[in-house]
T-cell receptor, first 113, second 117 residues
Framework: AQTVTQSQPEMSVQEAETVTLSCTYD???????LFWYKQPPSRQMILVIR??????QNATENRFSVNFQKAAKSFSLKISDSQLGDAAMYFC??????????FGAGTILRVKS | DAGVIQSPRHEVTEMGQEVTLRCKPI?????LFWYRQTMMRGLELLIY????????DSGMPEDRFSAKMPNASFSTLKIQPSEPRDSAVYFC???????????????FGNGTRLTVT
């Protein structure tokens, strides 16, 4: 069974600094996709970034980027120039075509001003 | 695009009562998912549908839980009878299930916070 592990229950970062959230997953599939979702206190689930496993280039979305290491089954999220609005719970998710998404337990990110 | 619409936003009920949660997916999406979120267990997939057909309901806790998708624009999750341990936030999500290996993301509703006293 596929599993997603987020080993950091909580992280803190100073405003304007950079923080990296970790995610590892276990799979025997070769084609799959990965996502990072953000859940602020409003509880809305917001897509932050996505990565297809067949793409070697790491995805980027403005201040958000990933470090995708397929062999190591690692998918970390880097947030640059952190802002107060980045404070939220972040979930890593794994999915296989046509199938469900499996989510990690989440990492709470606190941003200090 | 109105997004995924869930109702009600909050539900408070007494143990033993029937609870029905509703979801309207994004128009054109052909896959629908029900997730439950608790502090202890995080986000758990309860059931998902492709083209209105239930594909995997292995996450449904027990027979008290049932889900239906009578058409492409509506789904319900019913709990009968409800118990205090069912208290959680229930999310509905939808996506376009593509024909290739590229996966489309889930679009989530705002969730229903259920409290069973």
């Amino acid at each position: 069974a596929q599993t997603v592990t987020q080993s950091q229950p909580e992280m803190s970062v100073q405003e304007a600094e950079t923080v990296t959230l970790s995610c590892t997953y276990d799979t025997s599939e070769s084609d799959y996709y990965l996502f990072w979702y953000k859940q602020p206190p409003s509880r809305q689930m917001i897509l932050v970034i996505r990565q297809e496993a067949y793409k070697q280039q790491n995805a980027t979305e403005n201040r958000f980027s990933v470090n995708f290491q397929k062999a190591a089954k690692s998918f970390s999220l880097k947030i640059s120039d952190s802002q107060l609005g980045d404070a939220a719970m972040y979930f890593c998710a794994y999915g296989v075509y046509g199938n469900k998404l499996v989510f990690g337990a989440g990492t709470i990110l606190r941003v200090k001003s | 695009d109105a997004g995924v619409i869930q109702s009600p936003r909050h539900e408070v009920t007494e143990m033993g009562q029937e609870v029905t949660l509703r979801c309207k997916p994004i128009s054109g999406h052909n896959s629908l998912f029900w997730y439950r979120q608790t502090m202890m267990r995080g986000l758990e997939l309860l059931i998902y549908f492709n083209n209105n057909v239930p594909i995997d309901d292995s996450g449904m806790p027990e027979d008290r839980f049932s889900a239906k998708m009578p058409n492409a624009s509506f789904s319900t999750l019913k709990i009968q009878p409800s118990e205090p341990r069912d208290s959680a936030v229930y999310f509905c999500a939808s996506r376009w299930r593509t024909g290739g290996v590229v996966g489309s993301p889930l679009h989530f509703g705002n969730g229903t916070r259920l409290t069973v006293t």
